[in-house]
């Protein structure tokens, strides 16, 4: 019995078994396999917009090679009935073929070259470990440090650990999970993929983009505050440890130079004053109507920022991939030595004992649960097509499986050992005040880090080392979220548009970073605090919420939950499991709802310091974050038109042509 010829037309048309069966110098176009050496498919596909040409000519004359709709070349086995040509049907077929030929490669042939300089051109991570460093520098940031350690001890202490690990079992590791598998298989930034898995949807990586470009408006500048710091620790005594300065009021009270000042509501600490009136110069505007003037120190720090973040990425992943080597691991260093330091300290059980003390009530609250949903996500950090992608970098049988279990263990970990950190130099803050640790601990975001910490580490022995190391840490956790968010946008933005910006990677990442810097303008003003706030709470995080939830959407229903498992079962040699099948399908997308939802029924007040947010600078945050959520919408009715245009009979249009006039379609 004849055994059946293996058929390729079963295989979808971006599947990489394709390429399995054709060797580098084997004649790939035989029998209509399809071409694995991308020279050679493009010269076929040359070769077909060629025979096309003439066919046009000589309608006679048939075409060698055909081409099919993803954009990889084929060539056409002669049928069985019509081995010698002689049909006599053979014009007209010839005419067919003429016609179908030049429709294809009119539709296809941008997207041929696109799709082909993709597979032979990508670049890879030069070792594994750069690939797992970046991607968990990118998902330990700042917001570790301090927001963790803030949210936990204010929703229960140790109770909260509870919903927390849930929410990272159910919805925030699955999401992390299925951003690095789509990376990994369809190679592409957040834009261009979607070309591969539900074009409809490509709203979505623009609204990606645009989020991107509003976090590195006013994230980097908190880096600029770190900096600020970093310069000013340089001195044998730190700047934020007296009240003899020019910035300082009479409220300022240091009650670590003399124990029989009594601390009062209208005190304030050194470190505070140092914070909000030199650093910030917060006074000097009235709120976000007048924000007063530019400030030239943290312009000057924050241009020195985006000039390391340039250098770092400008070449891609593999400059990027070294200096992660030094960002992502030095923290960690620092963080055990603050450790140290922390559990040495008078009254540190004090912190330890008030942030893991569990109060098994607050889990009855709706709110507890939604911090621990939003904070599990934007601490791992899917959606923001950074995962995509760093993994569309990885070699295509990478265990991506496993990255995801590595990395979002040791994010979680991390938040977890950085709660001791601050809350073991909480405790000694309140035994120094003699207050109790609630009353310490009231300062939430970067306040915990700039007034509350800083304080504490400029009244220790060896202050200035302590001050150099943990605002160095800062920068370094700011750093390795910049790189990752900025490629992000540039992998995008290049595989989108390869034909333009391929060649001038260099020139785009200048302009973007020049884009940024120019963006940052209004959080370096006085009031810029006040904005960074703002875009913090309104601009991007809802926006963000809801375009992970229609991404997840649009994997799980839409590309399909079958083929999805089917494609990482290609890549890794298993298919996921059921439980990764529901959190993709339901459980994750619920996820994302409950969060969205929560945020709009009881949306955060605004507030810094003593400043009240005005009621219509809330609205000025939402249209922030409708102005990039527009982007899918939009591309749906822009997509549909085509759709619809394309499907309408075109009207006939006459030619002149000497004494003949013809009519073209």
């Not at 996820?591 to 005005?614: G, H, M, N, V």
């Amino acid at each position: 019995m004849e055994k059946a010829t293996p058929s390729n037309e079963t295989q979808p048309l971006t599947s990489h078994k394709a390429f399995s069966d054709c060797k580098e110098g084997d004649n790939c176009a035989e029998n209509g396999l399809l071409v694995k050496n991308t020279k050679a498919a493009l010269q076929q596909v040359n070769n077909a917009n060629n025979d096309a040409t003439r066919a046009r000519s000589s309608p006679e004359e048939k075409g060698a090679t055909g081409q099919i709709s993803n954009g990889f070349s084929l060539a056409r086995s002669p049928s069985p009935g019509n081995a010698t040509g002689d049909s006599e049907d053979a014009p007209s077929a010839a005419l067919a073929a003429t016609n179908t030929t030049t429709t294809t490669s009119t539709m296809y042939g941008v997207e041929v070259r696109q799709q082909l300089m993709e597979l032979g051109e990508r670049e890879t991570w030069s070792k594994k470990a750069d690939f797992l460093l970046s991607v968990i520098g990118y998902a330990v940031d700042l917001g570790n440090v301090w927001r963790f350690p803030y949210i936990c001890y204010q929703n229960g202490g140790g109770a909260f650990l509870l919903p927390y690990t849930i929410m990272a079992i159910f919805g925030g590791i699955p999401l992390f999970y299925m951003e690095l598998a789509l990376g990994q298989y369809h190679r592409n930034g957040c834009i261009s993929i979607w070309r591969k898995i539900c074009p409809i949807f490509k709203g979505i990586g623009f609204a990606i983009c645009i989020i991107a470009f509003y976090i590195a408006s006013y994230y980097n500048t908190i880096m600029a505050w770190a900096l600020y710091y970093l310069i000013s620790s340089f001195t044998e005594k730190l700047p934020w440890t007296s009240c003899d300065n020019s910035w300082n009021t009479a409220n300022c009270t240091n009650y670590f130079s003399n124990k029989s000042i009594t601390w009062t509501a209208n005190s304030t600490s050194p470190a505070e004053e140092f914070y909000t009136r030199h650093i910030l110069q917060i006074h000097r505007a009235k709120g976000l109507d007048d924000l007063g003037g530019i400030s030239w120190q943290l312009t000057l720090c924050l241009l020195f920022i985006f000039t390391i973040v340039y250098f770092s990425i400008w070449k891609g992943v593999k400059t990027s991939g070294k200096v992660v080597w030094v960002t992502a691991t030095f923290p960690y260093v620092v963080l055990f030595i603050l450790l140290i330091r922390g559990v040495t300290l008078r009254g540190a059980w004090k912190g330890v004992l008030y942030y893991l003390k569990p109060d098994w009530q607050k889990l009855l609250a709706t709110e507890v649960w939604v911090d621990a949903a939003a904070q599990i996500f934007f601490s791992l950090g899917p959606g923001f097509g950074v995962l995509l992608a760093f993994a569309s970098y990885n070699k295509f049988h990478n265990n991506c499986y496993q990255d995801a279990l590595v990395t979002s263990a040791v994010n979680c970990m991390t938040s977890f050992v950085s709660g001791f950190v601050i809350f073991t130099v909480l405790g000694y803050m309140a035994e120094m005040r003699n207050e109790d640790v609630s009353e310490v601990a009231k300062d939430a975001g970067p306040s915990l880090l700039f007034i509350t910490y800083a304080e504490a580490i400029a009244n220790m022995p060896a202050s200035t080392f302590f001050a150099i190391i943990f605002f160095l840490m800062l920068l370094t956790l700011g750093l390795d979220s910049t790189f990752a968010g900025l490629e992000g946008v540039i992998t995008a933005v290049l595989d989108e548009f390869p034909h333009v910006w391929s060649k001038r990677r260099e020139l785009f990442v200048l302009c973007f970073i020049v884009l940024c810097f120019t963006g940052s303008l209004s959080t370096l003003t006085f009031g810029g605090a006040y904005v960074v706030k703002l875009f913090e709470d309104y601009a991007t995080g809802p926006a963000l919420l809801a375009v992970v939830f229609l991404e997840s959407i649009a994997v799980a229903w839409f590309y399909g939950i079958t083929q999805f498992c089917s494609d990482v079962n290609e890549m890794l040699g298993f298919n996921p499991g059921w439980y990764w099948r529901i959190c993709w399908v339901a459980i994750s997308p619920i996820f994302l709802l409950f969060i969205i939802c929560s945020f709009l029924s009881s949306p955060p007040e605004l507030r810094l310091f003593d400043y009240t947010y005005p009621y219509w600078t809330m609205v000025v945050g939402y249209c922030i974050g409708t102005s990039s959520f527009i982007c899918v919408p939009a591309y749906m009715i822009y997509r549909l038109a085509r759709i619809l245009k394309s499907i309408t009979p075109e009207t006939a249009t006459e030619i002149p042509f000497g004494d003949i006039r013809m009519n073209a379609a």
